[in-house]
């Protein structure tokens, strides 16, 4: 009886630090969450379903580590990129990507017409409008993007955007 306890108390150890490292990987602390993982592995090598799962998990972690390496050297690089940080919800991150391709080619109007997206869901009137003129003087098909964009919603009966968007 009382061997099934140890046994049991070490289970619910290997539990907790499993779910401490998987808590990292989530949060995307890769380097850290394979650490943990590695940690884990030495402390409880008798838990074989979660050591496998466990090494797993850390070619994930290496994996994203070099995605997260990957070297950006086109406007259109730092463009997808800023989409992939975009979909994360790291819009200060894609913004300062977007920063990096317009230091590049200077004014692409994808490049204004996602920064100006992106100004509007952080509720930043002022540069989102300033985004979206500069995207529509660079291609007027950004203008019918924007009446019809739903991250644009709060700004649709704003007299700035109707008048850069032409909406009557």
């Given at each position: 009886m009382k061997d099934q306890k140890v046994k049991k108390?070490?289970?619910q150890r290997a539990l907790a630090s499993y779910g401490q490292a998987m808590k990292e990987f989530h949060k995307g602390d890769f380097d850290k969450a394979a650490d943990s993982l590695a940690e884990f592995i030495e402390k409880y090598p008798a838990e074989p379903e979660l050591?496998?799962?466990a090494r797993i998990y850390i070619e994930l972690c290496k994996n994203r580590e070099k995605?997260?390496?990957m070297a950006l050297k086109t406007v259109d690089d730092h463009y997808f990129c800023a989409v992939y940080k975009i979909n994360q919800g790291d819009y200060d991150g894609a913004l300062k990507l977007l920063e990096k391709a317009l230091d590049m080619k200077g004014d692409?109007?994808?490049v204004h017409y996602l920064?100006?997206?992106i100004h509007c869901i952080q509720g930043r009137t002022d540069e989102s409008l300033?985004?979206?003129?500069?995207?529509?003087?660079?291609d007027k098909y950004f203008r019918i993007l924007?009446?019809?964009?739903i991250d644009f919603e709060p700004l649709?009966?704003?007299k700035r955007f109707k008048v850069l968007t032409r909406v009557a």
């Open positions: 108390d070490e289970y050591v496998d799962r995605k997260e390496r692409e109007g994808k920064m100006a997206d300033e985004s979206l003129k500069k995207a529509i003087q660079k924007a009446q019809n964009e649709w009966e704003d």
